[in-house]
């Protein structure tokens, strides 16, 4: 059976490699000075490459992939490219470079071109949008939250339209985002730099689509940072993600309740973690029923799931805590409710759209209504913080499109020189998955488990540990003998 699994992964790859133009010539960019913004570092530059849009039908239509780069000052010692693949599906990531340079050990500067990129569909990369009309970016309807007895006919009505927009909004683009022609896309970026190798750091969906591009080019890959893990199951692949949420925020949040039970006279959340826990759940049964006004959002209201979703985001990181304990404290004691802070309808388009159309082209959805009532029913029962939200269905169900390809089995040929960096309480993609990235790639990889909470490791959480075993392999290229805990 091992043999035969390792025959069909290396006919896998081989196929990924010659059926497409994956040696296809890619013009030089012309790099030119980035268009000045907050943030932007004066060195990144900028440039436009044209990739096709199919990458069956090169021949046919092109479109524009936006990249961007930080030199290193110290060319005598540069080895190459660090690129920085960004998360989501649908986050750009043009200016990452200006972020990450303020933030990477000058060890790390001296070797590598920070590279970064907006995902084709992204950003400044020929942009989509489904054109969803304002209600539809409800916050608690973009993840698929229940009703508030858990009922999903209101998700079963959100999701086909949802569906049909795109399929009449989206242009011809829509159907080509996917998994696969982001590491394709990745290649072109490659070739145009005339590296015969690339290094990468990839942040949560830029693990699976760092462990794609490493399963579908494994010989043109350097040294690989994979940080904050996805589970790459190739049945489930994004419903897994999903899925996820619900174990995530069970691991993560014991941290936001020992924080707030230690400023219970601050708060008045509970005095143990526990009290905190059913103040909270007992808080957004009450928003269930009584939402309240709350300035900024989309609706305006505070409503349970809203609790839920701001919950769900604040425990990314630490650092938010305060918001959502002064949003608990207020809502309790009927002080005024700070603002909300809801992104621009322009950006919840983009990434709505290609958020929708990466997870719904790389693999087949279940569209049964009644699985789905089943499945949400027991998972608000197993895990009351997030309420049935990560197994509900959402557009993938009626997307109009089938898969072109089937989703990447990530395997273990290649070389040794993948190296994944995970805390064990991540609320979006947990330690579990991770686990299963990591048994995927085998002993191609190594992993430094960190004893933190929040989503993004490396440079992100001040664990000393952890950033010293991710920038020694970046500067000496050596993965650990064993798997390390930090």
Not at 144 to 168: H, Q
Not at 330 to 351: D, F, H, K, V
Request: hydrophobic share 40%; charged share 20%.
């Amino acid at each position: 059976m091992r043999n035969l699994v390792t025959l069909t992964s290396a006919a896998a790859v081989l196929a990924a490699s010659l059926a497409l133009p994956a040696q296809a010539a890619t013009a030089a960019p012309q790099w030119a000075a980035c268009p000045a913004g907050k943030g932007v570092d004066p060195r990144q530059e900028c440039a436009t490459l044209k990739v096709p849009m199919d990458y069956s039908d090169p021949g046919g239509p092109m479109i524009s992939l936006a990249i961007s780069r930080i030199r290193t000052a110290q060319p005598g010692t540069r080895r190459g490219v660090l690129l920085i693949i960004p998360g989501g599906p649908g986050s750009p990531g043009l200016n990452r470079p200006s972020v990450q340079v303020a933030k990477l050990p000058q060890a790390v500067l001296d070797r590598f071109d920070v590279v970064g990129f907006d995902p084709r569909g992204v950003g400044q990369s020929s942009p989509v949008s489904c054109g969803l009309e304002p209600r539809d970016l409800d916050l608690t309807r973009l993840k698929p939250y229940p009703d508030a007895d858990g009922g999903i006919a209101a998700n079963a009505a959100w999701s086909r339209r949802i569906a049909e927009a795109c399929a009449r909004n989206g242009g011809p683009l829509i159907r080509h985002i996917s998994t696969r022609n982001e590491a394709r896309d990745i290649d072109a970026i490659r070739r145009a730099l005339g590296e015969k190798k690339l290094s990468y750091w990839g942040v949560s969906y830029g693990t699976y689509a760092g462990a794609v591009y490493a399963t579908m080019f494994p010989e043109r890959t350097d040294r690989v940072i994979l940080d904050s893990n996805d589970d790459p199951d190739p049945r489930k692949v994004a419903r897994q993600w999903l899925a996820n949420y619900a174990v995530g925020v069970e691991d993560r949040f014991p941290d936001f309740a020992a924080w707030a039970a230690a400023r219970d006279g601050d708060y008045g959340l509970g005095a143990d973690a526990g009290a905190v826990r059913r103040i909270f759940l007992e808080l957004a049964a009450r928003l269930d029923r009584e939402p309240l006004t709350w300035k900024g959002a989309n609706p305006p209201l505070l409503t349970g799931n809203l609790l839920r979703e701001t919950m769900l985001n604040v425990l990314y990181s630490d650092a938010g805590f305060p918001v959502l304990a002064g949003l608990m404290k207020a809502a309790r004691t009927g002080a005024e409710l700070p603002p909300a802070n809801t992104p621009p309808e322009a950006a919840m388009q983009n990434t709505a759209a290609h958020a929708g159309a990466t997870m719904c082209n790389d693999v087949e959805w279940p569209d049964s209504i009644s699985r789905h009532e089943r499945q949400v029913k027991r998972n608000r029962e197993e895990f009351p913080l997030t309420a049935g939200m990560p197994v509900n269905l959402g557009p993938c169900a009626y997307w109009p499109y089938k898969p072109a390809e089937r989703p990447v089995k990530v395997g273990s040929r290649g070389p040794a020189n993948v190296m994944l960096i995970q805390n064990l309480r991540d609320p979006s993609t947990p330690y579990s998955g991770a686990l299963k990235m990591r048994e995927a790639f085998g002993q191609r990889a190594r992993m430094v488990s960190v004893d933190s909470g929040g989503h993004g490791v490396y440079l992100a959480n001040g664990n000393a540990c952890g950033d010293r075993a991710v920038t020694g392999f970046l500067t000496g290229g050596h993965l650990p003998r064993h798997d390390q805990s930090c």
